[in-house]
């Protein structure tokens, strides 16, 4: 167990709806980032959080937010959802900004049809 | 971006057997890292290895960050070192976007 929790673990909607992913870090980590898993794309990294404040960005759509909250835990917001969303979410943690060791949860896989 | 290219693709070993995946790199690099994608789909941090060289019971794992490139060695394989093995680095002056490699899947045999 990697100490990274999310939820939920499956997630089936609608073209054009709206989700919320949640992740929460190991204790003690204050940076967490989010990547998604397709089988076209691979592992892409999206988004990267340091005690609240964004600290790097990548390939993430203008449909896709997030936000680390104060408590330290972070949501992924999907709107308008698409078929070619669908993947794996991922979320990681790891103890400062500068990627030390990453720590991966479970992931929530997202279905939209 | 950085390239990340892994090799081989793919690899089917025998219990028992040892193998070398390697990870090249485009450009100059201050992290990298080794993970596991196992069958269930769990990322499992292997190394954390910017350079030199670390061991972790059967697997060891070797970065040339001056040649841009670095090995996973797996010594007598086990069915559960099946599923992907990614390497993810970092950019030098890119903080915080580790970049991941197609991996390379392997499948042991019993």
């Known amino acids: 167990d990697s100490g990274v929790t999310q939820t939920p673990k499956h997630l089936i909607t609608a073209t054009g709806q709206r989700v919320t992913l949640r992740c929460s870090p190991r204790?003690?980590?204050?940076?967490v980032y989010w990547y998604q898993q397709s089988l076209d794309q691979g592992l892409q990294f999206l988004i990267q959080y340091y005690n609240g404040e964004e600290r790097a960005k990548g390939n993430i759509l203008e449909r896709f937010s997030a936000q680390q909250f104060p408590d330290l835990h972070s949501e992924l917001n999907l709107s308008s959802l698409e078929l070619g969303d669908s993947a794996l979410y991922f979320c990681?943690?790891?103890?400062?900004?500068?990627?030390?060791?990453?720590?991966f949860g479970n992931g929530t896989r997202l279905t939209v049809t | 971006g950085i390239q990340v290219e892994q090799s081989p693709p793919d690899l089917i070993l025998q219990e028992g057997a040892n193998s070398t995946l390697r990870c090249n790199f485009s450009?100059?690099?201050?992290?990298l890292q080794w993970f596991h994608q196992n069958p269930w789909g769990q990322l499992i941090n292997l190394f954390y290895?910017?350079?030199g060289t670390k061991q972790n019971g059967r697997l060891s794992a070797t970065t040339v960050a001056t040649e841009r490139y670095s090995l996973l060695y797996i010594s007598s394989s086990q069915t559960t070192d099946s599923g992907v093995y990614f390497c993810?680095?970092?950019?030098?002056?890119?903080?915080?976007?580790?970049?991941f490699g197609a991996g390379t899947q392997v499948v042991v045999t019993p």
């Open positions: 204790s003690g980590d204050l940076s």
């Open positions: 290895i910017p350079s």
């Open positions: 450009d100059s690099v201050n992290n």
């Open positions: 990681a943690s790891s103890v400062d900004a500068e990627v030390s060791p990453l720590h």
């Open positions: 993810a680095v970092v950019r030098r002056d890119s903080w915080g976007k580790l970049q």
